[in-house]
């Protein structure tokens, strides 16, 4: 079974600065990651993926993520903030070998204070 | 836009009563997966089909059922609706039975009274 954290359901950051969003998983098998964002009234949009090779991965929007086995972690980041990064985030695993369902995390809202 | 579209976008209903959701999944798309969201329990996966064939089950209740159809849309029927079953219902889509890279339908908000 595998699980996903995302530390901090709220964040909040100035326009221009850095964007970090945590995101922690468990898998017993190597992991599939995901980031998805989601804009209010909204569905969920793919920002950026790892599945294999190099560890980190650039996505839509100038966001990236780093897949660090050793942490067991995907965070998520943008070096600067723009008004509209305003959303909510996910983060989700899958397993990578055979099927299995896609586990969300909760979802952490980003905030940019103008 | 994802490609991905739901009807109806909203629906009000009473408790006792049976709504049904459809999704037509973007061209070309094999596997269609439905997902509830509200504020208490956050994104659940319910269901998954792929080509007409039930693929995965996740959190669904036994009075929610789902089918995929020969030209690939979906229908989520849920039955003796209940206050607790408010919640935006999302519609994916993907290419395979990739389990990750799926496209979101702009959902269905359904509410219960």
């Known amino acids: 079974a595998q699980s996903v954290t995302q530390l901090g359901s709220h964040v909040s950051v100035s326009e221009g600065a850095l964007v970090l969003l945590r995101c922690n998983y468990s898998?017993?098998?190597?992991?599939?990651l995901f980031w998805y964002v989601q804009y209010p009234n909204q569905g969920l949009q793919l920002l950026l993926k790892y599945t294999t090779g190099a560890t980190l991965v650039k996505g839509i929007n100038g966001f990236e993520a780093e897949f660090k086995k050793s942490e067991t972690s995907f965070h998520l980041t943008k070096p600067s903030a723009h008004m509209s990064d305003a959303a909510e985030y996910f983060c989700?695993?899958?397993?990578?070998?055979?099927?299995?369902?896609?586990?969300f995390g909760t979802g952490t809202k980003l905030q940019v204070i103008p | 836009d994802s490609g991905v579209t739901q009807t109806p976008k909203h629906l009000i209903t009473a408790t006792g009563q049976r709504v049904t959701l459809r999704c037509s999944p973007r061209?070309?798309?094999?596997?269609v997966y439905w997902y509830q969201q509200s504020l208490d329990q956050g994104l659940q996966f319910l269901i998954q089909y792929y080509n007409g064939e039930e693929r995965a089950k996740g959190n669904i209740l036994e009075r929610f059922s789902a089918q995929q159809f020969p030209d690939l849309h979906s229908e989520l029927n849920l039955s003796s609706l209940e206050l607790g079953d408010s919640a935006l219902y999302f519609c994916?889509?993907?290419?395979?039975?990739?389990?990750?890279?799926?496209?979101f339908g702009p959902g269905t908000r359904l509410t219960v009274t």
């Open positions: 061209s070309g798309d094999l596997s």
């Open positions: 898998s017993s098998v190597p992991p599939y």
């Open positions: 994916a889509s993907s290419v395979n039975v990739d389990r990750g890279e799926q496209y």
């Open positions: 989700a695993v899958t397993p990578s070998g055979g099927y299995q369902k896609v586990t």
